[in-house]
């Protein structure tokens, strides 16, 4: 198995966790990452999404999840094409989440960039409809 087919079916077997668990497979996730794991996201932090920012780490990195699922509950997380090239991989699909204070429902296209070296993720970028998912945050 090439090195881009081996990088898509970690993504797969940890997305198809992620979806199925509802957010309970955080260690799994955890787990396919370098202890010192460059994980980013486009809101960068911005209020009403604070969780969502840089974190340089994978221990550092439990405060997104811990944060995200505090504050939302998954309805589905679906990706449904895999583009890889050398080390990377771009994920792309849909999620839809309940915000817990407000009880809206964000659903959004989400795309994920991954970066692997040695079969472990060292660089995480996820790019989603910030305006939408703001809107129900508030």
Same mark, same amino acid.
């Given at each position: 198995?090439?090195?881009?087919?081996?990088?898509?079916? @970690?993504?797969? $077997?940890?997305?198809?966790? !992620?979806? &199925?668990?509802?957010?309970?497979?955080? &260690?799994?996730?955890?787990?396919? /990452? $370098?202890?010192? @794991?460059?994980?980013?996201?486009?809101?960068?932090? %911005? %209020?009403?999404?604070? #969780?969502?920012?840089?974190?340089?780490? +994978?221990?550092?990195?439990?405060?997104?999840?811990?944060?995200?699922? *505090?504050? !939302?509950?998954?309805?589905?997380?679906? @990706?449904?094409?895999?583009?890889?090239?050398?080390?990377?991989?771009?994920? +792309?699909?849909? /999620?839809? !989440? =309940?915000?817990?204070? =407000?009880?809206?429902?964000?659903?959004?296209?989400?795309?994920? #960039? !991954?970066? #692997?070296?040695?079969?472990?993720?060292? &660089? #995480?970028?996820?790019?989603?409809? =910030?305006?939408?998912?703001?809107?129900? *945050? =508030?």
């Amino acid at each position: 198995m090439s090195n881009e087919a081996a990088n898509v079916a @970690i993504l797969k $077997d940890a997305y198809r966790q !992620w979806h &199925e668990s509802k957010g309970g497979s955080v &260690e799994q996730l955890l787990s396919i /990452c $370098d202890p010192s @794991i460059n994980w980013d996201s486009i809101p960068r932090g %911005a %209020a009403p999404l604070e #969780f969502a920012k840089q974190y340089n780490g +994978r221990e550092v990195l439990q405060g997104y999840f811990s944060q995200l699922l *505090a504050d !939302w509950e998954m309805i589905r997380y679906t @990706i449904d094409e895999y583009v890889a090239q050398g080390d990377v991989v771009f994920a +792309r699909g849909s /999620c839809a !989440w =309940t915000n817990r204070k =407000t009880g809206k429902v964000a659903d959004t296209p989400k795309v994920d #960039f !991954w970066r #692997f070296r040695d079969g472990k993720a060292v &660089e #995480f970028y996820e790019y989603f409809d =910030t305006a939408h998912v703001a809107a129900a *945050a =508030t």
